[in-house]
């Protein structure tokens, strides 16, 4: 008896040794998970805490970045505005030396006119007359005899209408309401020296040479005038066509007139509130005597093997290829972002006054809160693709239209005569004469036409708001969603 209660001790001594050592175990494999699972929190802590530094390290340095960016830009804008101001100032300089110069030699003229007068006067006894009353051919001064027989044959009323537009780039009828127009401010006086040019001669003096770019001794040939009056001359009538016609065919539009061009430019792409298709185009120069860097195009000096200058042309156009505004006389080395930023356009936009409409324009401008343009990154979505067509419709109505002002006005198609300070006078008149012909449907002649060759550079700060581009992307899903959007990408 005593043996089996023995045992029956030993029995459960070995039982509690045992689930104690159990118990044990299972408090060593709860400590060990423990410790584990505080690792693994740990760690993720760390982890986040990494991320997050890294990520307001990102921020720092982007925000470093823009700032660099930022004040680059400034002092860009800074430093450009500093050169067209002296460049100002320098031309102001040589215009006065100009006006001082050319009024000592008007004077000086004037006095040996007089003097001559009063020599002829003084030699009529010695060529025989004898009295007040007797004939005494009078001797004309200042005239050389010039044939003026081409120009005769043109204002004759035989003369046909078609090789008149061949010539003149326009109708009889719509240079007779430009010789009206401009008759106020350029029509001279007949003086006891000589005959003052007509109106008309002076109007086709200045047109031929815009339309043709001829020089001005075959102009002078031409028209029977002296060389230095035809040069005089396209400047007058361009100044007077900038001061008269311009503020009656090149204006931005009434509020009514916005509507129909949004209408007819949503008619062509599907795109809402489009309001104009903006273009920039070169016009190239005779290398500067001042600033020649600024004026030099490095693209098309690599295209054509050839050292080029230029100046800038920023123009948007309605629907029917008409401006509605040009900023002219930018130096050629100013990509199209800068010569915007630098444009009255812009001026106007940040102003408000272009709030909640859009100016296409192409891959060189970048994308704003008022200019739509292109998506331009690589893998294009199909959504994009179709949206990149449609706003390629409206850009290639202000590429026709820039090309049919340069082919109409050939004078825009090589270097000129014209001094740099003249050139946006005379590159004004024929933007001003371009509204005209569009306007009264002044039909071009198809061997004018010419192919653009302008570069389009992406900006280096593509994207100016962020709100653009969620608007951009809102409008090519529209049109995507809507079956409004090109398909001949695919």
């Known amino acids: 008896m005593s043996n089996a209660t023995a045992n029956d001790g030993e029995r459960r001594r070995k039982r509690g040794g045992s689930e104690e050592e159990e118990d044990n175990i299972d408090d060593q494999k709860r400590e060990t998970k423990t410790r584990d699972l505080k690792g693994i929190i740990t760690s993720l802590l760390l982890m986040e805490e990494q991320e997050k530094r890294e990520r ?13 960016l930022d004040l680059n830009t400034k002092k860009k804008t800074r430093s450009m505005l500093e050169f067209y101001s002296n460049l100002q100032d320098y031309y102001s300089e040589i215009e006065e030396g100009d006006r001082v110069k050319r009024k000592r030699s008007r004077a000086m003229a004037a006095e040996v006119a007089v003097a001559t007068v009063d020599n002829a006067l003084e030699e009529k006894p010695i060529k025989g007359s004898t009295g007040v009353g007797s004939g005494h051919q009078q001797r004309r001064l200042w005239v050389k005899d010039r044939s003026k027989a081409w120009w005769d044959e043109c204002i004759s009323p035989d003369f046909p209408e078609e090789e008149f537009k061949k010539s003149f780039r326009m109708g009889k ?37 815009l339309a043709t770019g001829e020089p001005l001794r075959l102009v002078s040939k031409r028209f029977g005038l002296g060389i230095s009056t035809c040069h005089k001359l396209v400047l007058e009538v361009c100044t007077a066509i900038r001061t008269v016609l311009m503020p009656k065919y090149l204006q931005w539009p009434e509020e009514y007139d916005l509507r129909k061009i949004k209408d007819e430019y949503e008619s062509i792409s599907g795109i809402p509130n489009v309001v104009g298709s903006m273009y920039t185009t070169h016009i190239p120069i005779i290398a500067p005597k001042i600033s020649v860097a600024a004026y030099f195009n490095k693209r098309h000096t690599e295209r054509n093997q050839k050292t080029s200058y230029s100046i800038t042309v920023q123009g948007v156009v309605d629907p029917r290829g008409v401006f509605t505004d040009v900023c002219i006389g930018w ?22 006054l272009l709030k909640g409409v859009w100016i296409v324009g192409n891959s060189g401008y970048p994308l704003m809160d008022w200019v739509l343009v292109p998506y331009t990154q690589q893998n294009l979505t199909w959504t994009q693709h179709a949206f990149n067509e449609k706003i390629g419709e409206i850009q290639r109505v202000a590429k026709d239209a820039f090309a049919r002002l340069k082919g109409r006005w050939s004078c825009l198609q090589k270097r000129t005569e014209v001094k740099l300070q003249d050139l946006p006078v005379v590159l004004g008149a024929c933007c001003v004469l371009h509204n005209i012909c569009e306007i009264r449907n002044e039909e071009m002649d198809p061997k004018l036409n010419i192919e653009l060759m302008d570069d389009e550079m992406v900006p280096e700060i593509a994207l100016r708001s ?5 608007a951009r992307d809102a409008i090519a ?6 079956g409004l959007a090109g398909t001949a990408f695919l």
């Open 56 to 68: 307001e390290e990102r921020e720092e340095a982007a925000a470093e970045e823009k700032s660099d």
């Open 173 to 209: 009828s719509t240079f007779e309401m430009i010789c009206e127009e401009l008759n106020s401010v350029i029509a001279k006086e007949d003086t006891a020296l000589r005959n003052a040019i007509p109106v008309k001669q002076r109007v086709a003096v200045c047109i031929w040479r």
């Open 331 to 352: 130096p050629g080395s100013m990509n199209d972002d800068q010569v915007l930023e630098k444009s009255a356009l812009c001026q106007r936009a940040n102003s408000g």
């Open 466 to 470: 962020v709100g653009s581009m969620k």
């Open 477 to 482: 899903h529209n049109l995507l969603h809507h």
